[in-house]
């Protein structure tokens, strides 16, 4: 019975999986947990952000006060679907004209800025080893695209005034419909694709479970010729250089209707934007983090770039457009410190990860050498790698000290909004089951993937994200 199941999930290559070596990339087998929660997720995430924008656009951002009309009978779903802008056309070339000038840039524009900014790394770089034995290619020119982007932006609302700066949130809902256009075709392109012409079937997987297959991916790496990165190019942009500008959209919209732009809205612009920039600056490190070295192509990344993305990472703008709150002195400082504090955390221990194995442990962290645990795994190809688990500086403290260092930032985007509505705090509690889930899924690859040397660093490391607590 396992051996035909297993037989059917060989898929594309051809090869059942006895004749593979076991690989330690994401899982064969689905449980019927994750089952649910695959199925859970494909029918509500939709449904979510649609209730939360629609909130703000109807209900002033209230999350109680549509549940309670519909509970009282004083509304009904038909009509709250009614009042819902649909889609329009102005929208969807609003929309073409973006994704397609972000494919151009990132096809079309070699990168350059990595030859004038010192210390910033651009151009062809290496990603991670595959599952499958792989090391793929990549051209990074993210920082140079999102600089583009933005100086156009601004060359607009200062002197050609070809669009007013409003124009994202003006068109926020019929442009959402277009998101999910664009969402549901590309995973369903990647998941067609990965029977058909995989790009490289060896780091292929299939479950056997349809559901499972077309949320969490087959392909790997999908690629349309020898540049286009599916993952690269959707988390990054339309995504991520998406996140700026539409922050930018609702401070000019306070602007417009208040006369002014209130100190939250400032701090959550600059602290999202750190945050951003960070993202480019470093996106030859995020060749080497989870989203590209273990997770498939599927709706879950399709989708959630292009959807759940820019709509639910950018709730506190939307909110600060219907609840302009200027915060007090001391409010904005604990927010703006909390920010930083949490983003100085989150870049060091990613740093000091990527400097340690750029350099293969011979660098100084925290003023001495680091200290290490030799391991070694092997990929599907059937060889033997070794590699090093840092038992100093920030990973010796926790596991994932990055991942405390951005929830703390994520808090302060949420704090920078007050108290008065629960919407804005959505993302702290999205980021926290993200990042604790993710947590436990790479300690659960780690696992496998290292064996008996993974135990001897979480026994020299006990805790994951707080010292003394988790
Ligand atoms: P990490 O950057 O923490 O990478 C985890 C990997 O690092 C492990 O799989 C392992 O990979 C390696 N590793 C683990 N422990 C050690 C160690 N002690 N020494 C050296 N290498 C080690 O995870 P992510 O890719 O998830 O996160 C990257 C950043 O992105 C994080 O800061 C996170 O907060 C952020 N993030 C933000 C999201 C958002 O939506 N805003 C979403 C997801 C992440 P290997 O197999 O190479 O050994």
């Known amino acids: 019975m396992e051996a035909s199941r297993r037989r059917t999930r060989n898929g594309a290559n051809g090869k059942t999986s006895e004749q593979q070596p076991a690989q330690w990339g994401r899982a064969w087998e689905v449980d019927w947990f994750s089952l649910i929660s695959v199925i859970g997720l494909l029918c509500f995430a939709p449904f979510i952000v649609f209730y939360f924008v629609m909130a703000c656009d109807q209900y002033q951002c209230s999350v109680s006060q549509p549940l309670l009309d519909l509970f009282r009978g004083d509304t009904t779903l038909l009509s709250i679907w009614a009042r819902a802008p649909s889609f329009t056309w102005s929208a969807a070339k609003i929309y073409t004209i973006w994704v397609a000038f972000q494919l151009f840039l990132y096809m079309c524009v070699p990168d350059v800025t990595h030859k004038f900014i010192p210390g910033y790394v651009g151009g062809v770089q290496d990603g991670a080893r595959t599952p499958a034995g792989l090391i793929n290619k990549y051209e990074i020119n993210g920082l140079q695209c999102w600089l583009i982007t933005h100086a156009l932006w601004y060359a607009n609302a200062q002197h050609f005034h070809w669009f007013p700066p409003t124009i994202i949130f003006d068109h926020w809902i019929p442009l959402m419909w277009c998101a999910n256009i664009l969402g549901y075709a590309v995973s369903s392109f990647a998941f067609i694709k990965a029977y058909l012409f995989p790009t490289n079937s060896e780091d292929c997987k299939f479950t056997g479970n349809v559901f499972y297959n077309y949320m969490m991916g087959i392909e790997f790496n999908p690629r349309v010729g020898k540049w286009f990165d599916f993952k690269l190019f959707f988390n990054g942009r339309p995504g991520i250089v998406a996140w700026t500008l539409i922050n930018l959209s609702y401070m000019a919209k306070q602007q417009e209707l208040y006369g002014h732009v209130t100190n939250s809205m400032v701090l959550v612009n600059v602290l999202q934007a750190i945050y951003v920039l960070d993202f480019f600056w470093n996106e030859a490190w995020y060749l080497k983090t989870i ?131 629960v919407l804005p705090y959505f993302y702290i509690v999205y980021m926290t089951i993200l990042l604790v889930h993710r947590c436990v899924r790479d300690e659960h690859r780690c696992g496998s993937k290292y064996g008996k040397d993974w135990k001897r660093y979480t026994d020299a490391v006990p805790y994951r994200l707080v010292p003394g607590l988790f």
Not at 315 to 324: A, E, N
Not at 383 to 389: D, I, P, Q, Y
């Open 291 to 421: 989203d590209i070295c273990h997770d498939h192509f599927g709706w879950y990344l399709g989708w959630g770039d292009c959807v759940w993305l820019p709509y639910l990472y950018t709730l506190q703008g939307l909110y600060l457009v219907y609840h302009p709150v200027q915060l007090s002195t001391p409010h904005a400082l604990a927010v703006l410190l909390l920010g930083l504090v949490g983003y100085y955390i989150f870049r060091s221990t990613n740093h000091q990860k990527d400097l340690f194995r750029r350099t293969e442990g011979s660098c100084s962290i925290w003023g001495r050498k680091p200290v290490y645990i030799e391991c070694s795994y092997r990929s599907a190809d059937g060889g033997v790698h070794r590699s090093k688990l840092m038992t100093s500086g920030f990973w010796g403290v926790a596991r994932h000290l990055n991942y405390t260092g951005d929830l703390m930032g994520s808090l302060a985007y949420c704090a920078a909004c007050g108290f008065g509505h």
